[in-house]
């Protein structure tokens, strides 16, 4: 089997955003299609922005969502003897030349260049100096003034650059540090990545990334790509359109495989398939069926993916997502077999975890608080016998569960000579505080026996002294 090998490079500058998680998917679904090795390289060449925090929470996030890494995470910034070596091939091979134009020459030039109504460039003033490496001098590296430079994009086709429109480009700054784009080259060369799949704001630097392949006589990886992600109105995908970090997603209640899920269908699909397992989307991923727009994330389609994956598992699976949300609305004390048993009557109600936190409160608490308007129209006197009778009949039944509820229930309606829905809402308003929930013997089967009679009781003070 041939070997496949893909990275996924975040700047530690920030959180992982939803374009960069939809990269590293792609990227770890690719290889484990092919069979292959998946690195993380943290891409910490900028200093100042790169902190410990982002690299933390950027690895959170990918272990969040299961993008498990085969090799790392790499460090440039410990990488700096690689770039030191390579920058020698290059100035060895008279492809890199030591530049030492003041930024206040360079800010000339290029004013004089735009009043002449030129293209701003660097014009190659230290090009034949042959200086050394020397305090504020940068390394550049020696771009070809003719031909072109032609990127065959698995994803785009070929896309040709005129060699003429590319700068002799800085990859080695005064301080010694080398610059994202020859560092990625170096990187990729020596980590033998054999595909770059990354988001398409990269194809202008791609050429320029070429040269530097073909300078230092390697073979170029195959390039892939992928169109950008906009929102609903189809700009480019901002904070604006809401959250853009992928652990917002986690705060806000959603599950890893539905935001896998949804990250997928931005920009990949196989027929109108919306919905894949990840062992079927290890299974169908290729980069052939990625396509050349840009795809648009949907918050509406996330909540549809959300609620279908919380429909979709077994309540025991939800019991540790959910106790956080629990947590901070203090529901501390309950067992992982009440909380499974709560959780089966919400599956099909919720959108998100926090929806369904929200939802379990009458669950969690000990005695529950009557929505005034609830109480006033069910809890009335003529109900009070009704439930007196149901106190006495729950009290005395041996088995709690669906089934024997409804036989006792349709026994206690017969005896009274009432329909069912005459006491269904009352019985609700006493249990859950509200006229809507979960069905009654559902959550009458949860709460228990001895919190139903007490549930009972309080709706029948109520009665008495309203
Ligand atoms: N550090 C770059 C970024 O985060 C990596 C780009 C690449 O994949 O080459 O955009």
Not at 38 to 58: H, M, Q, W, Y
Not at 111 to 125: H, I, L, S, T, V
Not at 202 to 220: F, M, S
Request: charged letters at 30%.
């Amino acid at each position: 089997m041939e070997h496949i090998v893909t990275r996924f490079p975040p700047s530690p500058t920030g959180s992982l955003h939803i374009g960069g998680a939809r990269t590293a998917l792609f990227n770890w679904l690719f290889t484990r299609n092919r069979g292959g090795r998946f690195i993380l390289r943290i891409e910490d060449t900028d200093v100042e922005r790169s902190t410990d925090e982002s690299v933390k929470a950027i690895m959170d996030a990918m272990e969040w969502l299961e993008l498990t890494w085969d090799e790392g995470p790499y460090f440039q910034t410990n990488r700096l003897d690689v770039y030191s070596e390579y920058a020698k091939k290059l100035v060895d091979s008279g492809n890199a030349y030591w530049c030492q134009c003041t930024p206040e020459e360079l800010e000339m030039r290029r004013n004089a260049a735009m009043a002449e109504g030129r293209k701003p460039k660097y014009e190659g003033a230290c090009r034949t100096k042959a200086f050394g490496p020397g305090p504020n001098r940068v390394l550049r590296f020696r771009a070809p003034d003719t031909g072109t430079t032609v990127l065959r994009d698995i994803i785009k086709g070929a896309i040709e650059f005129d060699n003429s429109e590319l700068d002799d480009l800085v990859i080695v700054k005064s301080d010694g540090i080398p610059t994202y784009n020859f560092a990625v080259v170096v990187d990729d060369i020596t980590m033998g990545v054999t595909h770059v799949i990354r988001g398409d704001d990269h194809v202008n630097n791609t050429p320029r990334q070429i040269l530097i392949y073909q300078a230092l006589g390697e073979k170029l990886p195959e390039f892939g790509h992928v169109p950008m992600i906009h929102g609903e109105d189809r700009s480019p995908l901002s904070k604006r359109h809401g959250a853009t970090s992928v652990m917002e997603y986690k705060k806000m209640g959603f599950l890893p495989e539905a935001l896998v899920n949804c990250l997928v269908r931005l920009g990949w699909s196989y027929g109108d398939q919306e919905i894949f397992s990840r062992s079927e989307l290890i299974e169908k991923f290729t980069l052939e069926n990625i396509g050349k727009s840009p795809s648009i994330f949907t918050m509406e389609k996330l909540l549809w993916l959300n609620a279908h994956y919380i429909k979709e598992k077994r309540p025991e699976e939800l019991v540790s997502p959910l106790r956080p949300f629990l947590a901070l609305r203090n529901y501390t004390d309950k067992s992982d077999a009440y909380l499974a048993g709560a959780i089966r009557t919400l599956q099909t109600r919720s959108h998100t975890l926090v929806e369904m936190a929200d939802a379990m409160r009458f669950y969690m608490v000990d005695e529950v608080e009557f929505d005034p308007a609830a109480a006033d129209e069910f809890l009335t006197p003529e109900i009070g016998k009704v439930f007196e009778l149901i106190i006495s009949e729950l009290s005395n039944l041996e088995t709690f569960d669906e089934n024997s509820l409804e036989t006792v229930f349709r026994k206690i309606v017969a005896d009274l000579g009432i329909k069912f829905g005459k006491i269904a809402q009352p019985v609700r308003v006493a249990l859950t505080g509200a006229t809507k929930s979960p069905g009654l013997f559902e959550i009458i089967e949860v709460l228990g026996k001895k919190s139903v009679v007490e549930r009972l009781q309080k709706g029948l003070k109520y009665t008495r002294e309203r």
